[in-house]
């Protein structure tokens, strides 16, 4: 079953413009994580925010935490044509689930 | 460091038979988890294995299972194919440790059962 609810389900944009994502969970975490998927291909490791942290970055990307609203937000600076792919958040609560995945927001960048 | 690796990338199989999916975790890496990914489904968890033991396990039916060898490498089986397991499957590997560590994924397997 689905913890994470990701929205929109998709967004289209034009190429330069910012890119932002939302993630809702139900239960509580140890960390989240986002996957970016080309094309139903294998997931690539964009960042892992853990449950003490409220922001954090990596180049272009901009991740939030809010806890208390069991919330994340991812945002992509600058797109690029590149950037066309599916973007899942994924918690990990520490249990015996692994990672619990939403359905995923589906990022198209227009040149 | 070379990636996650599976094989083979794609399959088809009919109904009732039986499929192995491998996967070669990055090296040094001791744990595999095992993802089916469907169009209505989505991403969800089948097992994890750590030092040839399944350590978690995702709820699928008995059909579904795995197993690890000495050297991390992982083996899933499904075995009576239906219809609706057809799929992506992905493995992912990590280290093992237990708090909040980064999967790696590997470009997955696309079975389809006819």
């Known amino acids: 079953s689905q913890q994470g609810e990701e929205d929109p389900q998709a967004l289209s944009i034009q190429e330069g413009e910012n890119a932002t994502m939302n993630c809702s969970y139900k239960?509580?975490?140890?960390?989240l994580q986002w996957y970016r998927q080309n094309s139903g291909r294998g997931l690539v490791h964009l960042i892992l925010i853990r449950s003490n942290e409220r922001e954090k970055h990596s180049g272009r990307l901009r991740v939030t935490l809010d806890t208390s609203k069991k919330s994340s937000s991812l945002l992509i600076t600058a797109s690029r044509a590149a950037d066309t792919a599916s973007y899942f958040c994924?918690?990990?609560?520490?249990?015996?689930?692994?990672?619990?995945f939403g359905k995923g927001t589906h990022l198209i960048i227009q040149p | 460091k070379a990636g996650v690796t599976q094989t083979p990338r794609y399959l088809i199989k009919t109904r009732g038979q039986q499929v192995t999916l491998s996967c070669s975790p990055i090296?040094?890496?001791?744990?595999v988890s095992w993802y089916q990914q469907t169009p209505g489904q989505g991403l969800q968890f089948l097992f994890e294995?750590?030092?040839?033991?399944?350590?978690n396990k995702g709820n699928f039916p008995g059909r579904f299972s795995g197993r690890q060898f000495s050297n991390s490498r992982s083996e899933m089986n499904v075995s009576t194919l239906e219809l609706g397991d057809s799929a992506l499957y992905l493995c992912?590997?990590?280290?093992?440790?237990?708090?909040?560590?980064?999967?790696?994924f590997g470009p997955g397997t696309r079975l389809l059962v006819l």
């Open positions: 994924a918690t990990d609560g520490g249990g015996a689930d692994g990672l619990t």
């Open positions: 294995y750590f030092s040839e033991t399944q350590r």
């Open positions: 239960t509580s975490i140890n960390n």
């Open positions: 090296s040094g890496h001791r744990s």
């Open positions: 992912a590997s990590s280290r093992g440790d237990r708090e909040g560590e980064t999967q790696y």
